[in-house]
């Protein structure tokens, strides 16, 4: 028989891996002060731009002599960015355990033509970073958004490495602890764990990935939105506000409101402690039924913030159609938007538990998942 309607229902239905959720009460009300109809490179715009970049190396803990720019073009635009502008020195590997991995895998050995080793684990799994050869440029995402597979800590990168670390970290950035003394490029956008609109990416540079920009001269030709250096040196007003291209006032008035949330709620601990919750949420009740499991295998490198999960029940004839058909009954019951997996990814489910998702709604979303799996069972039995 199929579990009765549970009562509880999520108060904020909003589970999707991006954009996410927005932070909690928000209203288009916060957003009165955008300096909307005025230049960027106005002294108000500048301000603006300045203080995003501030405020997150406030709550980030980014350390004083890191460059942060606000670059066009959300994640992919500050991965590619770093891409085309460092890779070409020196050596490269390439890890991926995911779809956006495996797109910047297919970027350099296809569009740039670098001769790259690359590393690759299945979905679920992480390759192997002790075999890691980091005197070469490595490339990698910390948290993979479509796989819900996380790098567990940074202990396996020497602090002495000749190459470069890029690092891939929008869906880990404001919700996990990044080794900064370990990463030398860092990207991330606004619309993950912030909660933030999309179309911005940050673009975070330590001084040896500054040092590589200012003495290496690609040898293919950069477009304009990936230029980071005029005459060989790097261009410092992108590091202060003066954006490459023209932003979204409103989206940079958004990105603000959910910093100064971040900030009043006590920073990145609080924002950490937050995911941790939603992902316990999810974890506890994965654990105590036999037909759905996490995806990713190992404990130590689940994400706490995109939640893949499977279902495992012999008797689910077509995976993917189960699948879509749990996501549907949720999705018109109001009580879950936007949680299928990844198209690239194996069938199943993802939640995202981000900072700006409340725990309480996480939690009461399990029992929908159960019922919605059993209405499924049922089904499908009855159409046999």
Known sequence: M?????A???????????????????????????????????????????????????????PADYKIGIVPASDTGAVEMAM????????????????????????VVKQLKLDATVREAPYGEIV?????????????????????VRVANGDAIPADRAGLTICDATSAAFA???????????TFSWQKVMGGE????????????????????????????????????????????????????????????????????GGLPKLMERSTASFKAVQDFVDAKPWIENLAADPATRSNTSVCLKFTDARIKDGAA???????????????????????????????????VEAADVAALMPWIEWAFEAEIEAQTAAA
């Open 2 to 6: 199929v579990t009765a309607t549970p």
């Open 128 to 148: 192997d970073f002790a075999e890691v050869d980091f005197d070469k440029d490595v490339v990698f995402t910390w948290n993979g958004t479509t796989s819900g």
């Open 198 to 265: 999309g179309a911005h990416g940050m673009l975070i540079l330590s001084p040896r990935a500054v040092e590589r920009l200012e003495s290496y001269k690609p040898a293919w030709p950069l477009p304009k939105i990936f230029r980071l250096t005029k005459g060989g040196k790097l261009i410092e007003g992108i590091f202060v506000g003066e954006t490459i291209n023209t932003p979204s006032m409103m989206a940079v008035e958004d990105y603000l409101v959910a910093l100064d949330w971040a900030k009043s709620i």
């Open 8 to 62: 509880a229902r999520p108060v904020n239905p909003r589970f999707s891996s991006g954009p996410c959720a927005k932070i909690p009460d928000f209203s288009v009300d916060m957003l009165a002060d955008a300096a909307l109809g005025r230049s960027h490179r106005a002294a108000i715009g500048k301000a603006k731009l300045k203080a995003a970049i501030d405020m997150t190396r406030e709550i980030l803990g980014v």
């Open 176 to 186: 996990m602890d990044l080794p900064w003394d370990k990463l030398d490029v860092v």
């Open 84 to 107: 085309w502008s460092m890779l070409g020195a020196r050596g490269v590997e390439m890890l991926a355990w995911e779809s956006f991995g495996a797109g910047w895998v297919t970027d």
């Open 322 to 356: 189960f699948a879509k058909a749990i996501v549907k009954r949720l999705d018109k019951e109001g009580v879950a938007f936007d949680i299928g997996s990844y198209r690239d990814a194996p069938a199943g489910l993802r939640i995202w538990c981000g900072a700006t």
